[in-house]
C-alpha cells in the first residue's frame, strides 16, 4: 500500500514529463514576468508628482538625473550578468536563480521604502544586479531541461509572461495615477514581493540541469532528472541515447577546450566548434533587440505620448495599458511560429515591421512639429507605436533570450547566455539614458536614429544567422564540428526550419 510518506519521497513530488517541464516553466516564466513587471514599472513612477518631487527631480534642469535613475538599474543588471558566469557554472542554475531572486528582494524593498535620491539608486541597482542573475540564467535552466520540440515554444512563452508583467503593471500605474500621492509608485514597486515569494517557493525542489549535472560529476543525479522529465525508465533506450549524447559532448569539449585568451585573440584550434563565432551571433541578437527601440517605449511611452502626441498624464497612461493589451495578445503568435518557421524568419519579420514603424512615425512627427494641423497627425503615431509592439512581439521579443542558450556548446552555454544578458543590459543602459536627453534636444529627429538602426540589421539576420529550431543542443555542436561558412545562406541545412535528415538519421543509427 502506498502511504503519503513514500509519495512524499519520489523526487520532485512525484512529477513527471509534461508536468515536471511545466512546473520548471510555471517557475521560469515568473522570473520572467517580474523582469517584465520591472520594467514597466519605472515608465509610471517617472511621471508621478510625489516621487518626482520627494526625489527633487522636478523640471527640466533634472532630465539628465532622471533618465540615470531609471538606468542605473540596467548597470546594476550588467553586473548581476556578469556574477551569473560564476554562480551559473559553480552552483548550479537552481542555486543562481535563488541568490538572485534573493537580491532582487533587498533591492526591491529599497525602493519601495525610499525617501531620498541616493537610497533609490541604490534599490535600483541591487535590483538590477539580481535580475541580471536571474535573466542570464532562466533561459538555460529552461532549454537545458525541455525536450527540443518544446524547448523554443516553451522559452517563447516565457517570454509572453514578460508582456503580461508588463501589461499588469501599465494598468497598475494607470488604476493608482487616479489614487496620486505616495501608494501611486510606492505600491507599484512592492508589488515586486508577489513573484519574488513564488519563486521562493518553487524552484528549490524542481531538477536541476542534467547537463549541468553530467558536466559536474553529477551521473547518477543526472540520470534521475532525465528520466523524470521524459517519463522514461533510466534503462529506457531514449535515455540512454540522450545521456551518451550528452556525455559525448561533455567530453568533446574538455579534451578541446578552447580559454578566453585563445577565443577573444581567435588562435587556431584543431578541434575549434567555433566559439567566439557562436558567442558573438547569441550576443548579436540582444545587441539589435536594444537598437531597434523597444525600451524606449518599455521605459518612457508615457513620457513619448505626452511630449510628442501632448496627451495628457492619464490618457498617456490608459493609452500605454491598452497598447500594453495588444502587446500581450499579438505575443502569443510567437509561440506556435517559433517552430513552425524558425528563429531566422521571425527575426526578420519583426525587425522589417519595426522598421517601418519607426519610419512613419518620423515622417508623422515631422509633419505634426512643421506643418498644419499637427495635432492631428501627431495623433495618428499612435497607431504605429502599437504597430511597433505588435512586430517586437512576433519575433524580437523573445528570439534573442532563446537564440544564445541554442547556439552556444555546453561548456560555452553559460558564458554565452551571461555575455548575451550583460550586452542585453549595457546596451539597455545606453537607450534609456540617452532616451530623455534625446527627446528633448532632438524632437522629430531623434526617430531618424532607431529606423536606420531596424532596416540595417536585416542583411546581418538574414547572411549571419543559422537556424536553431527543431534541433538538439548537441545538433549544434554537430554543425559547428564541421567548419561551416560564415556565411550561411549557400546550406540549406543551415537555414531550414525543419530539422536536417542527418540529424534524424544520425539519431536513428544510435537507437
Not at 503519503?4 to 515568473?30: D, E, H, M, N, V
Not at 541515447?241 to 584550434?269: A, C, G, T
Not at 500605454?320 to 528563429?343: D, F, Q, W
Request: charged share 15%; hydrophobic share 50%; aromatic share 12%.
Amino acid at each position: 500500500m502506498t502511504t503519503r510518506a513514500s509519495i512524499q519521497k519520489k523526487p520532485y513530488f512525484g512529477l513527471t514529463g509534461g508536468r515536471l517541464t511545466a512546473a520548471i516553466t510555471f517557475a521560469c516564466a515568473t522570473d520572467m514576468t517580474l523582469f517584465g513587471y520591472d520594467q514597466g514599472v519605472f515608465s509610471g513612477v517617472v511621471v508621478t508628482q510625489n516621487f518626482l518631487e520627494l526625489h527633487d527631480l522636478v523640471g527640466p534642469s533634472k532630465t539628465k538625473v532622471l533618465s540615470t535613475v531609471a538606468a542605473i538599474y540596467d548597470v546594476g543588471c550588467f553586473i548581476g550578468a556578469i556574477m551569473a558566469f560564476s554562480l551559473g557554472e559553480r552552483f548550479g542554475r537552481k542555486k543562481a536563480i535563488m541568490w538572485g531572486t534573493t537580491i532582487m528582494a533587498v533591492g526591491a524593498l529599497l525602493q519601495a521604502s525610499s525617501f531620498s535620491l541616493p537610497q533609490m539608486f541604490v534599490g535600483r541597482t541591487i535590483l538590477g544586479v539580481g535580475n541580471g542573475i536571474n535573466t542570464a540564467t532562466a533561459p538555460i535552466w529552461q532549454t537545458e531541461t525541455a525536450s527540443a520540440k518544446w524547448r523554443g515554444k516553451l522559452v517563447i512563452l516565457e517570454m509572453m509572461m514578460n508582456i503580461a508583467g508588463f501589461w499588469l503593471v501599465n494598468w497598475i500605474n494607470y488604476g493608482l495615477s487616479f489614487q496620486g500621492g505616495a501608494i501611486a509608485w510606492r505600491f507599484p514597486l512592492a508589488f515586486q514581493f508577489i513573484f519574488i515569494f513564488i519563486l521562493w517557493s518553487t524552484v528549490p525542489w524542481l531538477p536541476e540541469s542534467p547537463r549541468w549535472l553530467m558536466a559536474h560529476g553529477g551521473v547518477a543525479e543526472a540520470l534521475e532528472a532525465l528520466s523524470a522529465l521524459e517519463a522514461k525508465p533510466m534503462d529506457d533506450p531514449h535515455i540512454i541515447i540522450l545521456h551518451n549524447e550528452i556525455e559525448f559532448s561533455i567530453q568533446y569539449e574538455m579534451e578541446n577546450v578552447i580559454s578566453w585568451k585563445d577565443i577573444l585573440f581567435r588562435k587556431k584550434h584543431p578541434h575549434d566548434t567555433k566559439a567566439l563565432r557562436r558567442l558573438l551571433l547569441g550576443a548579436g541578437t540582444q545587441f539589435m533587440q536594444q537598437f531597434e527601440g523597444i525600451n524606449i517605449m518599455s521605459y518612457y511611452l508615457p513620457t513619448v505620448l505626452i511630449t510628442y502626441v501632448g496627451l495628457s498624464n492619464e490618457r498617456a497612461r490608459l493609452i500605454t495599458g491598452i497598447n500594453a493589451t495588444v502587446y500581450l495578445v499579438v505575443s502569443c503568435i510567437s509561440i506556435p511560429l517559433v517552430e513552425r518557421i524558425g528563429r531566422r524568419w521571425l527575426m526578420l519579420i519583426s525587425t522589417f515591421g519595426q522598421g517601418l514603424s519607426f519610419a512613419i512615425i518620423t515622417v508623422l512627427l515631422r509633419f505634426a512639429q512643421t506643418g498644419p494641423g499637427g495635432s492631428k497627425v501627431a495623433t495618428a503615431s499612435i497607431a504605429f507605436f502599437f504597430l511597433f509592439y505588435i512586430s517586437f512581439g512576433v519575433g524580437m521579443l523573445g528570439v534573442p533570450w532563446l537564440y544564445p542558450t541554442e547556439i552556444s556548446s555546453l561548456s560555452m552555454r553559460t558564458k554565452g547566455a551571461a555575455v548575451a544578458t550583460m550586452t542585453n543590459w549595457i546596451t539597455n543602459f545606453v537607450i534609456v539614458e540617452i532616451t530623455p536627453i534625446g527627446i528633448q534636444n532632438l524632437g522629430w529627429k531623434f526617430w531618424i536614429v532607431w529606423t536606420v538602426c531596424n532596416f540595417a540589421f536585416l542583411p546581418v539576420i538574414y547572411f549571419l544567422y543559422p537556424e536553431t529550431s527543431n534541433r538538439t543542443l548537441e545538433d549544434m555542436d554537430a554543425y559547428y564540428r564541421t567548419n561551416p561558412s560564415l556565411i550561411v545562406i549557400g546550406d540549406p541545412d543551415a537555414i531550414s526550419a525543419k530539422r536536417p535528415l542527418k540529424f534524424i538519421q544520425h539519431e536513428d543509427e544510435e537507437l
